[in-house]
C-alpha cells in the first residue's frame, strides 16, 4: 500500500478488514494504541496498534493512516450499518458547511474513495508548498484527534455543530496558555509547541475564553482523555514534569472528572514516546533548516525510488544520453550544457511516472541533486502498490 498514490485507501479498508483483533479494541486499549503511535501527539512514527504491516511510511503517510484507521475503529466500535466511506465523507461534508472555504473545491465530486482520500490529504496538510513542508517542522496538523472525537459524536447524532468543534478547540487554546502563563520562561520546546497548535487550529474563535467556562465543554471520555494528554505535552518542555505541574494536572483530572491513575498514566506514557523517540520526532530536533530541508527531501525521494525502481529502470535505460552523463557525473562534474540536458530528460522521465510529479512543482528543482544521488540504490519493488487483486 502507498498512501501517497490513488488507491490506498480501498487497499487499507482491505487490510484492516482482515485484522479481526483491531476494532475488538476496548476503547481505553485503543486510545492508548493511539499514543504509542504517536497521533495523538502529533508526531506519528508507527501504526496504531500494528494493525496493518509499516512499509517505512514517511511522516505524513502514517498521520493519513492512523487517521483513516481511527476512523474505522469507531464507526465499527458505533456499530453505523451505513457504508464506511460514505460516513466519513459525509462526516467532512457536514463540518464544511460551517468552513466553506475548506473543501472547496471537492463539494459536489462524486462521494467515492478518490474523493476522500483528497479530503483527508486537505486535512492532513498545514502547509501544501513543498519548500515550506520542508523548511518548516510542523508539515502535519497536531489536533487530528479533534475529527476523529468529532466523528464519534456525528455517529451518535447525525450532527456535528460549528459550536462544538469551536468549543473543543477553543478548550485546548485556553487551557494551554494557562500552562504557559505559568511557566516564567519558555523554552524552545514551549515557542515549537505553541506554533504547532496554532497552525493545527481550524475553528478559531475570537472570543476569550476562561479555564472555567471551557471545561464545561469537554464532556465525552475521549475529549477527557485528550485534553490531559494535550497537558502533558505542554509540561513537558524540560524533559520532566515537576511538582507544581503535578498539582495542576490533579486539578485538572478533579475538574474533568478523570480518576489520578488515568493521569499518572499520561504523564507515564509522553515520557516513555519522547525518551524513546526523541531522535524521530521534530519538535525536540535541534536540526538548523537547511539540515531539515536535506533530511526531509532525502526520505522523500529515497522513497519515490523505492516505490518507483521498475519504472524508472525502464525508463533510464531508453534513455541512452541520460544514462552516459549520470555515469560521466560519478568520475568529473558536468559542464553546464551537460546538466542542463540531465535535468531536461530526468524531468521528462517524472512526466510519466505520475508519483514524481512533485518534482514538477516550483522548486522541485532542489531535488534533483538528491534525486540523482539516490539513483544507483535503486532497488526492485511493484510499481502499483495499491492495485487489489479480486
Known sequence: MNPSANGWIKKLLKELSANTSFCQLKLDDFYVALKQSGFIYG??????????????????ELTKVNLLASFYYIHNKEGDKADFIESVINFYNTIDVYKSSFFEELLGEKKSSELLEAMVNKRVHIDDNILTKNFNYFITN?????????????LRTDVVSETYLKNLEAAIETIIIEVFENKSEKTKYDKSLIKLIEASLRYQDNRTHSYNEVITFINGRLSKYYITDIVCMAFWSDKTIDLEE??????????LDVKQDIIEASIEHINVFYETNKDKIALLNSKNMVQSFYDNSSKMVRKLIKRNSKRLLKELKESKELMILLTKSTT???????????????????????????????????????????????????????????
Open 142 to 154: 497536531a489536533l487530528l484527534f479533534i475529527d476523529v472525537i468529532a466523528y464519534q459524536k456525528y
Open 43 to 60: 508526531s506519528n512514527i508507527s501504526i496504531v496498534d500494528n494493525c496493518i504491516e509499516n512499509r517505512e511510511f514517511l511522516h505524513e
Open 332 to 390: 568529473r562534474p558536468l559542464s553546464d550544457d551537460e546538466q542542463k540536458k540531465v535535468q531536461d530528460q530526468l524531468l521528462d522521465i517524472f512526466k510519466s511516472i505520475p508519483s514524481l510529479a512533485i518534482f514538477m512543482l516550483p522548486g522541485g528543482m532542489l531535488l534533483l541533486p538528491i534525486f540523482i544521488k539516490f539513483i544507483p540504490k535503486l532497488l526492485p519493488s511493484a510499481f502499483d502498490d495499491n492495485r487489489i487483486d479480486d
Open 246 to 255: 503535578k498539582q495542576f494536572l490533579q486539578k485538572l483530572g478533579k475538574d
